[in-house]
């Protein structure tokens, strides 16, 4: 089955910018498959972060943004916040297997 | 507002069967895919299956393939999961979601499956 690598963890102080990268294969994300992010804060049920590569929810802060190029994708938060502390996961389709899957989540420390 | 909410979990026996519900309300269910993920304690997010919103496709993890078999009923918007021969791994919360164009854009607050002896 595909599988989307992500960092185990990323750090970073208040107000910083940190990167989440997103590292999958040309069998889904350079397939031309879009790539979605998800936040999930300790204890709580996922929820919906990035869709369609770069496109934010209503409700989620412009300071969530998402890119995607060849078989990777980020996701950068700026201006770090305390709120951020959360485990963040890129998911994406593979058409071939018509399955969706997820990275393998990044723990954000503030 | 979009609800979707859980049911079903339980503590089984390896080899036992459970079948988990998600009552959905606050849009059109029978308009939108629905999907199943589960994660175990301490670990990731797995996509588990998803099925159509109008006729009976249905795709499934190969983890769980054989053994799981998710359903719908529109009239009563509901979706639902069949889980048969658990194994010590299939432990896990498991989320019914909705399913948006290839992203799941609302989650319920999932439901513990916990399978020991």
């Known amino acids: 089955q595909s599988v989307l690598t992500q960092p185990p963890s990323v750090s970073g102080a208040p107000g910083q910018r940190v990167t989440i990268s997103c590292t999958g294969s040309?069998?889904?994300?350079?397939?031309?498959?879009?790539v979605n992010w998800y936040q999930q804060l300790p204890g709580t049920a996922p929820k919906l972060l990035i869709y369609?590569?770069?496109n934010r929810p209503s409700g989620v802060p412009d300071r969530f943004s998402g890119s995607k190029s060849g078989t990777s994708a980020s996701l950068a938060i700026a201006g770090l916040q305390a709120e951020d502390e959360a485990d963040y996961y890129c998911?994406?389709?593979?058409?071939?297997?018509?399955?969706?899957?997820f990275g393998t989540g990044t723990k954000v420390t503030v | 507002q979009v609800q979707l909410v859980e049911s079903g979990g339980d503590l089984v026996k390896p080899g036992g069967s459970l079948r988990l519900s998600c009552a959905a309300s606050?849009?059109?269910?029978?308009?939108?895919?629905m999907t199943w993920i589960r994660q175990a304690p301490g670990k990731g997010l797995e996509w588990v299956s998803y099925?159509?919103?109008?006729?009976?496709?249905?795709y499934y993890a190969d983890s769980v393939k054989g053994r799981f078999t998710i359903s719908r009923d529109n009239a009563k918007n509901s979706l639902y999961l069949q889980i048969d021969s658990l194994r010590a791994e299939d432990t896990a919360v498991y989320y019914c979601?909705?399913?948006?164009?290839?992203?799941?854009?609302?989650w319920g607050q999932g439901t513990l499956v916990t399978v020991s002896s």
């Open positions: 369609g590569n770069s």
């Open positions: 040309s069998s889904n994300i350079g397939a031309g498959y879009d």
């Open positions: 998911q994406s389709y593979d058409g071939s297997l018509s399955t969706y899957f």
């Open positions: 099925m159509y919103n109008s006729d009976s496709t249905k």
């Open positions: 979601a909705r399913v948006n164009s290839g992203w799941f854009d609302y």
């Open positions: 606050g849009f059109s269910f029978s308009d939108h895919y």
